[in-house]
């Protein structure tokens, strides 16, 4: 099989919008990528959204669709195949040259403990809407056999990692809400999980204080100085001693934990709180990284950056100042992903979800 042409479609748990990506593949090593656009959530829409995450909490079939889940899987659906229409009117793609569309769907409930996961957004629909072949429910393979379904992403961080000539060991950060790693070590090995928290806390504290939706490039965090008692105390926590794989929830930290300190000083603490629980993940490491790569919204955080430089003692480079996109990082997985998919190649391991051995995953429909 050789390269397929493929856009990936990516909505996170921000509720915000819609990604879309191109990427050219052969679901291996071979990674070209390609324009992307975004596709915003009008606040109507977010607020349906919500609804579905809060319909959601009681389910234990994932095919049931209660409340206003129905209504939000088409709009999903419908919003992914308006946005997947003008990428390619605007970037003057003909659609009979894309073989192929990675729908990752909108993730409103995930308990992999319960083997149960959701991500709603029809995929048949929309392969009939769009006359394209979509892969979908990428998640629901490895979790039904006792994996996390998370992270998916490694092994595109693996195939990026080879296109762009880096040599093992390479770790590729994600800075999300929660932060995550992939350790690509010597012949391919992939080691993978979340490190802690990440932009999730900062995001709640300076909302809190300042009203502002984030620090922007952490002009607060560096003008406070942190917590070293309070940093110490946390970074005992047990999570940061367990062996991966392993995940995080948003919600086992929480921002108020720096209540007692001023607005700049919380700020300060909780950054120094992402940048060494990174650091911490280096026990994991299937060989110290020559390099890490930085991607997600805190690429962005130049304070944040500073200190996990400052921790590692490592070239740290951000996604975007080597040709990657800290943006769209995700869409183009699912891209590169729906290619695998199509050729039955694996897209969890062991050593990422904790699945019992490599798997691939994905649904895969016609129009």
Request: a negative charge; proline letters at 6%.
């Given at each position: 099989m050789g390269r397929k042409r493929a856009i990936g479609l990516m909505s996170g748990t921000s509720l915000d919008g819609v990604d879309v990506a191109l990427v050219d593949t052969d679901g291996d090593r071979v990674v070209e990528l390609g324009p992307t656009s975004y596709r915003a959530y009008s606040e109507e829409e977010r607020a349906l959204l919500r609804g579905a995450l809060h319909d959601a909490v009681s389910l234990s079939d994932r095919r049931d669709r209660p409340g206003r889940l129905a209504e939000a899987e088409r709009l999903v659906t419908e919003v992914h195949a308006a946005a997947v229409e003008g990428f390619l009117k605007d970037h003057r793609i003909p659609r009979d040259t894309v073989h192929v569309v990675g729908f990752h769907g909108q993730t409103v409930l995930h308990r992999p403990e319960a083997r149960l996961t959701v991500q709603i957004g029809d995929g048949a629909a929309l392969a009939q809407r769009l006359g394209l072949t979509v892969v979908f429910d990428f998640r629901a393979a490895d979790v039904a056999e006792g994996g996390q379904g998370a992270p998916l992403v490694p092994v595109f961080h693996r195939a990026l990692a080879y296109a762009s000539g880096l040599e093992p060991p390479v770790a590729v950060l994600n800075v999300g809400g929660v932060a995550n790693v992939t350790f690509v070590g010597a012949g391919g090995q992939?080691?993978?999980?979340?490190?802690?928290?990440?932009?999730?806390?900062?995001?709640?504290?300076?909302?809190?204080?300042?009203?502002?939706?984030?620090?922007?490039?952490?002009?607060?965090?560096?003008?406070?100085?942190?917590?070293?008692?309070?940093?110490?105390?946390?970074?005992?926590?047990?999570?940061?001693?367990?062996?991966?794989?392993?995940?995080?929830?948003?919600?086992?930290?929480?921002?108020?934990?720096?209540?007692?300190?001023?607005?700049e000083d919380g700020a300060a603490t909780l950054t120094a709180f992402t940048a060494r629980a990174v650091a911490r993940a280096i026990d994991f490491a299937p060989g110290r990284p020559r390099q890490w790569i930085i991607s997600g919204g805190g690429a962005r955080n130049t304070e944040l950056l500073r200190l996990i430089r400052e921790e590692l003692k490592a070239e740290v480079l951000t996604a975007d100042s080597i040709g990657w996109s800290a943006a769209f990082l995700e869409a183009q997985a699912f891209a590169y992903l729906a290619v695998r998919s199509l050729r039955g190649l694996p897209l969890t391991f062991p050593s990422t979800t904790g699945v019992p051995e490599a798997m691939t995953g994905g649904v895969v429909v016609r129009p």
């Amino acid at each position: 099989m050789g390269r397929k042409r493929a856009i990936g479609l990516m909505s996170g748990t921000s509720l915000d919008g819609v990604d879309v990506a191109l990427v050219d593949t052969d679901g291996d090593r071979v990674v070209e990528l390609g324009p992307t656009s975004y596709r915003a959530y009008s606040e109507e829409e977010r607020a349906l959204l919500r609804g579905a995450l809060h319909d959601a909490v009681s389910l234990s079939d994932r095919r049931d669709r209660p409340g206003r889940l129905a209504e939000a899987e088409r709009l999903v659906t419908e919003v992914h195949a308006a946005a997947v229409e003008g990428f390619l009117k605007d970037h003057r793609i003909p659609r009979d040259t894309v073989h192929v569309v990675g729908f990752h769907g909108q993730t409103v409930l995930h308990r992999p403990e319960a083997r149960l996961t959701v991500q709603i957004g029809d995929g048949a629909a929309l392969a009939q809407r769009l006359g394209l072949t979509v892969v979908f429910d990428f998640r629901a393979a490895d979790v039904a056999e006792g994996g996390q379904g998370a992270p998916l992403v490694p092994v595109f961080h693996r195939a990026l990692a080879y296109a762009s000539g880096l040599e093992p060991p390479v770790a590729v950060l994600n800075v999300g809400g929660v932060a995550n790693v992939t350790f690509v070590g010597a012949g391919g090995q992939l080691v993978a999980f979340d490190t802690g928290p990440g932009n999730a806390l900062i995001d709640d504290w300076i909302q809190e204080r300042t009203g502002r939706p984030f620090d922007e490039a952490g002009a607060v965090a560096a003008r406070g100085r942190p917590d070293e008692p309070l940093l110490a105390w946390l970074l005992v926590h047990p999570y940061f001693q367990s062996e991966p794989p392993k995940s995080l929830d948003r919600n086992w930290f929480s921002h108020r934990m720096v209540g007692h300190l001023s607005t700049e000083d919380g700020a300060a603490t909780l950054t120094a709180f992402t940048a060494r629980a990174v650091a911490r993940a280096i026990d994991f490491a299937p060989g110290r990284p020559r390099q890490w790569i930085i991607s997600g919204g805190g690429a962005r955080n130049t304070e944040l950056l500073r200190l996990i430089r400052e921790e590692l003692k490592a070239e740290v480079l951000t996604a975007d100042s080597i040709g990657w996109s800290a943006a769209f990082l995700e869409a183009q997985a699912f891209a590169y992903l729906a290619v695998r998919s199509l050729r039955g190649l694996p897209l969890t391991f062991p050593s990422t979800t904790g699945v019992p051995e490599a798997m691939t995953g994905g649904v895969v429909v016609r129009p």
